[in-house]
């Protein structure tokens, strides 16, 4: 067991921040996280750890939102202050790919709360029963609720840049 | 066969359908052009969406080992900017626990006589919280030990044992001192994180694990947005020295206070979540000043009731000739340890 959590830990740990980091949205935050996944798993030895990493892991973004939002003020005052210790600017590239994680995030968000569930387990590497026994869904409508989550993810990403772009045509 | 819907192509491009269904879909495919162009557009959806994805990736950054996992509690996995010494003597002399409202008042009261380089741990709660973990030693402590702050060291020791618990979680700040280190400790209140019985040093540890990610989560800073950034300059005129800092945490900023009661505050970002603030003053100010030091107290409660900030906790003491405060989301261990690397 050990081994097999040493071996998961090897393949899922990288999956898992990634996971995380499209839920709180914080790199670090994320890794913590995930640690600390990895940490209750050590003491806890369950039987299925992947699927049990990923259950606990949701469970600690969930807090951490809430956490969030209390903290809101504060992370705004944070956030709207980065330069303070001297950051010289930024290379337009950086900036671009800043504006489209940030699309893309919010594409993300406006997925129904299951679609995304569903598109952030798949792209953290569960196969689709993995992903029908924590989602609760037969496992025969994963691959419908992916497709739809999909869809919807580009759709807004699209919708997302026209807003900010020159209107087509 | 019919034609394949949607979510199977996904599946099937997924690698996702058992045998059987599989080769179903393959034969309708060889035989239906509709379906295979939907099989591509479907292809080209899932590529876009994996590439959509693949836009909001967190840097990677090397896994810690498994094994050391096990011992950490997760605040100290906060990516620590410091370069600790291997071995750190906690502070020597560190003075009592105040809770409640009674024990602000008395901090404030306790304000204007703080003239002599010592230092005292106060931890601010919600006086309507309820005490979870109350030590059956603890109310003692509370109205004792204030009182005999000016009366030397040995007193001030016997009153630290009166206060052995090192949980956060229970109220109690860990004051730690030589006198405590062979009194009798209370049971661990939390056992995956044991303190070390004797805790003087602590090897290359931050701290000794009474904090978790909860009491960081429930503590947060002091809100400073009223108070006006200054410049460094404008900050050392005020104190007439540099004004104190951690060393190797970048400062976010320097701020005054807004009760002209010449404070300043420096913020420290420890990380994206964590900011670790430094209030100070000169420390003759501190006692020609009592006045103002008490309405800034108030005030400043006052201002943390409305900001509902319910836990932030907070050390105090002597930095040349400033009266440093710091406080932050963390264990008193951890501030405590700050507080020494304060120049």
Known sequence: MPDDLAEIYRTTYHALVRFLYRKVWDAERAADLAQEAFARALVHRPANPRGWLFVVAANLARDEGRRRLRERRHLTLLKAEPAATGEHGEPEEAIDLEARRARVRAALEELTPRDREVLLLWDAGLPYEEIAAQTGLAPGAVGTTLARARRRLVEAYEVGSEETHVARG | ?343
């Open chain 2, 1 to 343: 066969m019919s034609h394949v819907d949607e979510g199977t192509l996904h599946a099937y491009l997924d690698g996702a359908l058992p045998p059987a269904e599989r080769s179903q879909v393959d034969a309708h495919l060889a035989s239906c052009p509709e379906c295979r162009e939907r099989l591509a557009e479907a292809r080209a959806l899932i590529a876009r969406a994996d590439a959509l994805l693949a836009l909001a990736l967190p840097a990677e950054r090397a896994a810690p080992p498994l094994h050391e996992l096990r011992r950490r509690p997760l605040w100290w996995r906060v990516r620590w900017p410091i370069a600790w010494a291997a071995s750190i003597t906690l502070a020597v002399g560190l003075g009592w626990m105040l809770r409640g409202r009674e024990a602000r008042q008395e901090f404030a009261a306790f304000a204007e006589r703080d003239t002599v380089p010592q230092a005292v741990a106060t931890l601010q709660r919600s006086t309507d919280e309820p005490r979870p973990m109350a030590q059956p030693h603890a109310p003692a402590s509370r109205s004792g030990p204030l009182h005999e702050q000016g009366q030397g060291a040995a007193e001030r020791a016997r009153a630290d044992s009166l206060i052995p618990s090192t949980n956060a979680a229970s109220g109690v700040v860990p004051i730690l001192t030589p006198s405590i280190a062979t009194s009798a400790r209370p049971p661990a209140v939390r056992g995956a994180a044991p303190t070390p019985a004797v805790p003087i040093t602590v090897d290359g540890m931050v701290a000794t694990g009474a904090a978790r990610v909860m009491e960081r989560a429930r503590a947060e800073p002091v809100m400073s947005s009223t108070w006006p950034v200054i410049q460094r300059g404008s900050a050392s005129r005020m104190l007439g020295t540099e004004p104190a800092t951690i060393p190797g945490v970048p400062v976010k900023d320097m701020r005054m206070s807004p009760y002209a009661d010449g404070v300043v505050l420096v913020e420290q970002v420890i990380d994206s979540t964590l900011v670790i603030q430094l209030f100070q003053r000169r420390a003759d100010a501190a006692a020609a000043d009592s006045a103002a030091a008490r309405g800034y107290q108030f005030q400043r409660q006052r201002a943390a009731e409305r900001e509902r900030v319910e836990r932030v906790e907070r050390l105090a003491r002597f930095v040349g000739p400033l009266r440093v405060e710091i406080a932050g989301p963390l264990g008193t261990d951890s501030l405590s340890k700050l507080l020494e690397l304060v120049k």
